[in-house]
């Protein structure tokens, strides 16, 4: 079943590169009149840690209480269209009684964009497997998860994380210093290098990086296009002209990305997942790949880690990410770790 067509009005939509948002779970809930009271608890306690995004219904009553507080849709609204221009992390259902082909279309929704369907008790599908219970205040949800991201594993790992880059950070601050001096003094321009990427679920930070270009890089890049080694929206050449001398080194050995250490302290990234891609490169994303930003970015993953990873055809490194979100295990992190070291000491990048 499509759920209908709707088109996201100019100016409303914070988009898939929208605002960071890192503290609120941004959601849309799927209302009628019987269930009223949970969107207007919900707005009522922010200190609940949710904000509405969107509001699906038919209720005329809802609607008129609501269109100045929210994005109002019916119920027939292409929530697929929805979610690829603004950031919502759950879908709340709080409809008395849907149709069996529109449960299955959320229930695939999910599955395909990593976000969280809670639904009231009752209203399960055979495909939704392994829920748990999920509370709003006092409001009980069963919940169908898609992405390990509100797994208590998956936080304690979130949390150690955290922890490990700001200890990591201090201990290796002379070596950064010696880095930051040998940048300084072998080409013109900043030490660090500062980008917008996308997070999770679309919210936009800036990546820190050691400078391993020429100041101008981003204005080259246009020249550079006819050349571009990848089969994706990604940018990829080998021997790019604009890295300077140390710069190829500092990326062969991966030792640019160690100032993303100060990412994920802020909680925009995490030590191991799915690399941040440029605001341009997810808004061409197949609805598919769009699962990959279902997590937080890492500053390693498979991807990262994988024998001569700029020969990896696009899709393959999709797929190897949307495979590390789907099967995601502590085991797997540890191996991708050591992964990593060993690529560093092996100057395996670039």
Same mark, same amino acid.
């Given at each position: 079943?499509?759920?209908?067509?709707?088109?996201?009005?100019?100016?409303?939509?914070?988009?898939?590169?929208?605002?960071?948002?890192?503290?609120?779970?941004?959601?849309? !809930? #799927?209302?009628?009149?019987?269930? +009223?009271?949970? /969107?207007?608890?919900?707005?009522? &306690? @922010?200190?609940?840690? $949710?904000? !509405? #995004?969107?509001?699906?219904?038919? +209720?005329?009553? /809802?609607?008129?209480?609501?269109? &100045? @507080?929210?994005?109002? $849709?019916?119920?027939?609204?292409?929530?697929?269209?929805?979610?690829?221009?603004?950031?919502?992390?759950?879908?709340?259902?709080?409809?008395?009684?849907?149709?069996?082909?529109?449960?299955?279309?959320?229930?695939?929704?999910?599955?395909?964009?990593?976000?969280?369907?809670?639904?009231?008790?009752?209203?399960?599908?055979?495909?939704?497997?392994?829920?748990?219970?999920?509370?709003?205040?006092?409001?009980?949800?069963?919940?169908?998860?898609?992405?390990?991201?509100?797994?208590?594993?998956?936080?304690?790992?979130?949390?150690?994380?955290?922890?490990?880059?700001?200890?990591?950070?201090?201990?290796?601050?002379?070596?950064?210093?010696?880095?930051?001096?040998?940048?300084?003094?072998?080409?013109?321009?900043?030490?660090?290098?500062?980008?917008?990427?996308?997070?999770?679920?679309?919210?936009?930070?800036?990546?820190?990086?050691?400078?391993?270009?020429?100041?101008?890089?981003?204005?080259?890049?246009?020249?550079?296009?006819?050349?571009?080694?990848?089969?994706?929206?990604?940018?990829?050449?080998?021997?790019?002209?604009?890295?300077?001398?140390?710069?190829?080194?500092?990326?062969?050995?991966?030792?640019?990305?160690?100032?993303?250490?100060?990412?994920?302290?802020?909680?925009?990234?995490?030590?191991?997942?799915?690399?941040?891609?440029?605001?341009?490169?997810?808004?061409?994303?197949?609805?598919?790949?769009?699962?990959?930003?279902?997590?937080?970015?890492?500053?390693?993953?498979?991807?990262?880690?994988?024998?001569?990873?700029?020969?990896?055809?696009?899709?393959?490194?999709?797929?190897?990410?949307?495979?590390?979100?789907?099967?995601?295990?502590?085991?797997?992190?540890?191996?991708?770790?050591?992964?990593?070291?060993?690529?560093?000491?092996?100057?395996?990048?670039?």
């Amino acid at each position: 079943m499509e759920l209908g067509k709707a088109k996201v009005k100019k100016g409303q939509s914070n988009g898939i590169t929208g605002r960071r948002g890192y503290n609120l779970r941004k959601v849309m !809930i #799927i209302i009628d009149d019987q269930n +009223s009271a949970i /969107l207007e608890k919900i707005n009522e &306690h @922010r200190e609940w840690g $949710y904000q !509405i #995004i969107y509001v699906l219904t038919d +209720s005329t009553a /809802l609607k008129a209480e609501y269109q &100045h @507080r929210s994005r109002i $849709y019916p119920l027939a609204a292409n929530i697929r269209s929805l979610l690829r221009h603004d950031i919502v992390d759950d879908i709340v259902c709080c409809v008395s009684s849907l149709t069996e082909s529109y449960m299955h279309e959320l229930a695939l929704i999910s599955l395909q964009f990593g976000v969280s369907l809670m639904l009231l008790p009752g209203n399960e599908t055979a495909e939704m497997k392994n829920m748990h219970y999920r509370y709003i205040g006092s409001f009980a949800f069963r919940t169908f998860e898609t992405t390990p991201r509100n797994n208590l594993a998956y936080s304690i790992k979130t949390g150690l994380e955290m922890a490990f880059a700001a200890c990591a950070l201090i201990v290796l601050s002379p070596f950064l210093l010696l880095i930051s001096l040998i940048i300084k003094l072998t080409s013109a321009g900043p030490v660090i290098f500062k980008q917008q990427r996308v997070g999770l679920r679309g919210r936009n930070f800036y990546i820190y990086k050691f400078r391993t270009m020429v100041t101008n890089a981003e204005r080259l890049k246009a020249a550079l296009m006819e050349y571009n080694e990848s089969d994706g929206p990604a940018f990829k050449i080998k021997n790019d002209p604009r890295i300077t001398t140390f710069g190829r080194f500092l990326r062969k050995t991966g030792i640019d990305e160690i100032p993303q250490l100060y990412n994920v302290m802020r909680g925009e990234m995490v030590l191991i997942g799915p690399r941040p891609m440029l605001p341009s490169e997810v808004s061409v994303y197949e609805e598919w790949q769009l699962k990959r930003i279902s997590v937080k970015p890492g500053i390693t993953c498979s991807w990262q880690v994988h024998p001569n990873r700029n020969k990896v055809a696009f899709e393959q490194w999709m797929k190897l990410d949307r495979d590390y979100v789907e099967n995601w295990s502590a085991k797997t992190d540890v191996k991708l770790f050591f992964k990593t070291i060993k690529s560093i000491f092996a100057a395996g990048g670039l």
